[in-house]
């Protein structure tokens, strides 16, 4: 296939296509993505006789790069434009701003390997027959809108409903399939999932309160830590039936900073780059910036207080497992039961095939983890020690003593600064979606 721009491989439904996809719009409305980028629905065809042939995976979003070069996973098809395109960075320099660098990482962390779980769950659980508010019809259409894209509409929302049934076993109770499994699996259960939403609102709310002053996570202008949110909330908090509902009515403001940021249906909410006009004294329309903070990031690389809700619920919640992730993949890389260099369990919603004795029930790639004062149990996720290795690289070890003055003010902040400790005898490299076993940090 010939082709002059990018070209970006994913579905309307998913969070990582959603980050990668208003990335992309930044990036091209600023003039900063060459050619710019063509968004293509992958299809079962496409992803089976082309993305898996030729990236090794069938995870999305993939994007094909002009040169034909494959890149797969959201981070690091942001990592590689903007090293390819850095005029408009989203992610601020180490040297000039590097406690809003690491926030933006952080967040990055938090909104894609935590906040997918209670997004999950709203989509899935009011999916099911027999609960009400009910929004299954909306994911059998959005679902079989991709399976079966040149049926009708009618055929599309068979297609769908088909699959939720044959795969998810949508309706069963027992032997739970496809994201029911990984829910459990991630330490959603009957008992843990109202804490969870918990934590879901919680930091909707501070998002709320924040945005009562800023536009965006960094003042005026979007960033990393923007994207990364957007996927979740835009994906099942905003598009999902139920859950829309209660964000439109209970959060406005994070409805009206989805769209800016999706830069999709955002007149009234001013997407980035967007002026507002005034007539002046001769008639004349007269441009002036319509984002807060005069459309840039805080200066002084300050981090608003509006923001500390959420880095808590990192610091409370996330951080005490993934010290505990840590711990458990370097005995396991250290035992009899691995190689180093072996392949580990790849990022995925649900315990990896052929890992199911580790990372399910009480195997030792599971861990104990507290949410909302409830002890539960999930497994863990290598992928989650590879984005904590490029949050180490990324920062230069953390050598600024401004970094550890601000971290150390944060409740549990300090012991952030252990990370690249802790993750000696468990590193991972990444090739592509698979996940391998290392010696080096930087892989």
């Known amino acids: 296939m010939s082709q002059s721009g990018y070209r970006l491989f994913g579905v309307e439904h998913s969070i990582f296509s959603a980050k990668v996809r208003a990335y992309l719009r930044f990036k091209a409305s600023q003039a900063d993505l060459g050619s710019g980028f063509e968004d293509i629905l992958a299809t079962p065809n496409l992803i089976n006789e082309l993305l898996v042939k030729r990236s090794g995976s069938p995870s999305l979003p993939q994007l094909q790069t002009p040169e034909d070069g494959w890149v797969q996973d959201s981070s690091e098809i942001i990592d590689h434009l903007e090293r390819s395109h850095p005029q408009t960075s989203i992610?601020?320099?180490?040297?000039?701003?590097?406690?809003?660098?690491?926030?933006?990482?952080?967040?990055?962390l938090l909104a894609d390997e935590w906040m997918i779980v209670p997004a999950c769950w709203e989509r899935w659980h009011y999916s099911r027959a027999t609960v009400e508010p009910n929004h299954r019809a909306f994911n059998e259409q959005q679902w079989g809108a991709f399976l079966q894209p040149d049926g009708n509409g009618l055929a599309r929302r068979a297609a769908g409903a088909r699959f939720f049934d044959r795969v998810f076993?949508?309706?069963?109770?027992?032997?739970?399939?496809?994201?029911?499994?990984?829910?459990?699996?991630?330490?959603?259960?009957?008992?843990?999932?109202?804490?969870?939403?918990?934590?879901?609102?919680?930091?909707?709310?501070?998002?709320?309160?924040?945005?009562?002053?800023?536009?965006?996570?960094l003042g005026g202008r979007p960033s990393l830590a923007d994207y990364s949110l957007l996927g979740p909330i835009y994906v099942h908090f905003f598009r999902d039936p139920v859950a829309g509902f209660e964000l439109r009515t209970s959060y406005p403001l994070v409805s009206e900073w989805v769209e800016r940021t999706n830069a999709e249906n955002c007149t009234n909410?001013?997407?980035?780059?967007?002026?507002l006009y005034r007539i002046d004294g001769e008639g004349d329309l007269v441009g002036y910036e319509s984002m807060s903070d005069d459309g840039?990031?805080?200066?002084?690389?300050?981090?608003?207080d509006t923001l500390l809700p959420i880095l808590a619920i990192f610091f409370e919640e996330m951080w005490p497992y993934l010290c505990d992730s840590m711990r458990a993949l370097t005995e396991f890389v250290a035992s009899e039961m691995h190689v180093l260099g072996d392949a580990l369990p790849r990022k995925t919603f649900t315990a990896t095939p052929g890992f199911e004795n580790l990372q399910c029930n009480e195997g030792p790639?599971?861990?104990?983890?507290?949410?909302?004062?409830i002890r539960s149990r999930r497994m863990v996720v290598p992928y989650q020690m590879w984005m904590l290795q490029r949050i180490v690289v990324a920062m230069d070890g953390f050598d600024d003593p401004l970094l550890a003055i601000w971290l150390t003010g944060l409740p549990k902040g300090e012991s952030f600064l252990t990370v690249a400790s802790r993750l000696t005898g468990c590193q991972?490299?990444?090739?592509?979606?698979?996940l391998y076993s290392s010696k080096d940090l930087s892989e």
């Open 169 to 217: 076993g949508i309706d069963r109770e027992d032997n739970l399939k496809g994201p029911y499994r990984g829910l459990v699996e991630l330490g959603c259960t009957p008992e843990t999932q109202d804490a969870w939403q918990s934590t879901q609102r919680k930091i909707l709310q501070a998002l709320e309160i924040h945005l009562e002053q800023h536009d965006y996570v």
């Open 269 to 275: 909410a001013r997407r980035y780059g967007q002026k």
């Open 91 to 108: 992610i601020p320099r180490l040297d000039a701003r590097p406690k809003q660098r690491l926030l933006c990482y952080l967040i990055e």
């Open 428 to 434: 991972v490299k990444k090739e592509g979606g698979l």
């Open 296 to 304: 840039a990031w805080l200066e002084d690389d300050e981090v608003s």
């Open 365 to 373: 790639l599971t861990v104990p983890f507290l949410i909302g004062g």
